[in-house]
């Protein structure tokens, strides 16, 4: 996880005070928040932040590369502080989103069509987490 101020400039984001303490939140929460969840749990320590203001500090994120979109979710747009490849693993029962490592991706690399260039690739997968099956099982 990177951090900060330095991290905001290098990514070409003028790093205020309402940005980094958005990056922050994503970078220090692993649940792949939607801009919704940033918000709520943002607003209280910044009573200026606007629900506008968080959904347009996303998207200048994802398009300056700072955060990534996560599209495992179809309902709704989820968000990774995390931009190093991994994978991810939705439970169809919980809906929690967990990252899973992995080394690399040369198998799914593979399949791209002859001649296109490959910019990003995403690894999902479904089923039902470790806690969901416990409690299932009880
Ligand atoms: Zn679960
Ligand atoms: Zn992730």
């Given at each position: 996880m990177?951090?900060?101020?330095?991290?905001?400039?290098?990514?070409?984001?003028?790093?205020?005070?309402?940005?980094?303490?958005i990056y922050k939140y994503v970078a220090e929460h692993p649940t792949h928040p939607t801009a919704d969840e940033i918000y709520e749990a943002l607003r209280d320590q910044i009573p200026t932040l606007s629900k506008t203001t968080v959904y347009n500090t996303m998207?200048?994120?994802?398009?300056?590369?700072?955060v990534d979109e996560v599209f495992i979710d179809r309902t709704s747009e989820r968000f990774d502080g995390n931009t190093m490849l991994h994978a991810h693993f939705m439970c169809e029962m919980c809906g929690g989103i967990f990252d899973s490592e992995i080394d690399n991706i040369p198998s799914v690399a593979a399949?791209?069509?002859?001649?296109?260039?490959?910019h990003k690739t995403q690894v999902l997968y479904y089923g039902v987490c470790p806690e969901c099956l416990r409690a299932k099982a009880e």
């Open positions: 990177k951090h900060g101020a330095e991290y905001l400039k290098e990514c070409g984001v003028k790093p205020s005070m309402q940005r980094l303490a998207k200048l994120f994802v398009s300056n590369g700072v399949y791209v069509p002859k001649g296109a260039e490959l």
